[in-house]
């Protein structure tokens, strides 16, 4: 594909260097250090302007463009660049990450003629409130065609995963010593793995439970550090659980401010300097069921989290703005958070390698990959026999309305069966290959 990407920031300077691996790139940005980076180590084309300015545009006009992506950090930018492009250059698909949820819910994508919009923030958050249905686990996957969670959750006990896996649950992936693999049907879990189960709500719960009966059962005292706009969008979104109480704690006396002004008397808006260790028993933090540190610095994140460790807190969760640091996290047994920067990363790759047949979905820090094809009532799969994928590292289920069953051997499938593979992201071409060809 031709794919133009607004932006050199984070995002879209991690969207280059991944994307241009298959497609021709073409990054725009007024930043020359940025693109002169990115033309250092990856081959891209570099146009350097003002993505708000029309003449920017101008080296595209006759040229037929596939995708067109706007990922800086302005919203307005983002919209006025997307604006151009529908005016100016021939391009098919636009994908636009913005800030605020509220465009979600305008007309205004459809006037801009967006294919899709991502919301990274929004999305960060409601990572974190997941953690309240699921109080034992570090991460929770939904879904659109299913009902089932993907949930990873961190083992302190050995057990072979034949006493887990049933009809209703599937182990599909563990992490252990920093590395990922699909296990076999006769897998032991070690202590300190992180496994990734699929499987029902009540199930799952369950099986979480008897796994990890370190963390806590319910959250109703919440510590959230930071009053960025991501700190405040999961206190305002937390804030709407009965029973819980939330203290939301920022040194900065103008950003305490306006916290207060938007969450009013839903959660408790605390003004002091981070680095002060005793306020966690002058505001009786420490008995706090889950601590979220949520600035858009992970050194940051880890320290509070390891300070909240110390006292006493079980669950930590940390927002993770650099992969970097991902493995660090885990390895200190903080639960890690996709940052709203790599959130909107991973959501725009997770769109362009989706097809209309085949949705893409990246876990474990992107070290594992889930393809998942849903049966409709045209569909020529219908017609004939499925036969299965076996090889090793990937898992390959049926979803067959609550139950899921191994893929084993050649099947029928029926209307709303949808097929699901895990796998490593590095065995991608060929699990899309044969997901793509049935």
Known sequence: MDIIIAGAGGVGFRLAKTLCLKHNVTVLDKNEDALSRLQESIDILAIVGNIENPKTYELLVDKESDLFIAVTDSDETNIISTLIAEETINVKEKIIRLRNDFFAKSTIGEKLGITSSVFPFTWTAKSVESLLEFPKANNVKSFQDFS???????????????????????????????????????????????????????????????????????????????????????????????????????????????????????????????????????????????????????????????????????????????????????????????????????????????????????????????????????????????????????????IKGDKIQDFNEPKKVEVDDIIVVFGKYEDEEELKKWINSL
């Open 148 to 398: 089932q969670k993907l949930i990873s959750v961190r083992v302190e006990m050995a057990i072979p995963t034949e006493e887990i896996n049933s009809s209703f649950v599937k182990v599909v992936g563990i992490e252990r010593d920093k590395n990922f693999f699909i296990p076999s049907d006769y897998e032991t879990l070690q202590k300190d793995d992180l496994i990734y189960l699929i499987g029902n709500t009540k199930n799952i719960k369950e099986i979480c439970s008897k796994l990890n009966p370190q963390m806590p059962t319910d959250i109703k005292n919440i510590v959230i550090f930071g009053a960025d706009l991501l700190g405040v969008e999961i206190a305002k979104l937390l804030a709407n659980y009965d029973n819980v109480s939330i203290k939301l704690i920022e040194k900065n006396l103008k950003k305490c401010e306006d916290a207060s002004e938007i969450l009013q008397e839903n959660v408790a808006v605390i003004n002091s300097k981070y680095g002060e260790h005793q306020l966690f028993k002058e505001e009786n933090l420490e008995n706090a069921d889950m601590l979220i540190s949520s600035t858009n610095n992970d050194e940051q994140n880890i320290i509070k989290c390891l300070e909240a460790k110390e006292f006493g807190i079980k669950k930590v969760v940390a927002v993770n703005n650099d992969l970097e640091h991902y493995g660090l996290m885990h390895k200190l047994d903080i639960v890690a958070v996709r940052g709203p920067k790599t959130n909107a990363y991973y959501s725009i790759l997770e769109k362009i390698n989706s097809s209309t047949i085949v949705s893409h979905r990246q876990y474990c820090g992107g070290k594992g990959l889930l393809l998942l094809r849903k049966i409709l009532n045209d569909s020529v799969l219908l017609e004939s026999i499925i036969k299965p994928y076996k090889k090793e590292n990937a898992g390959v289920f049926i």
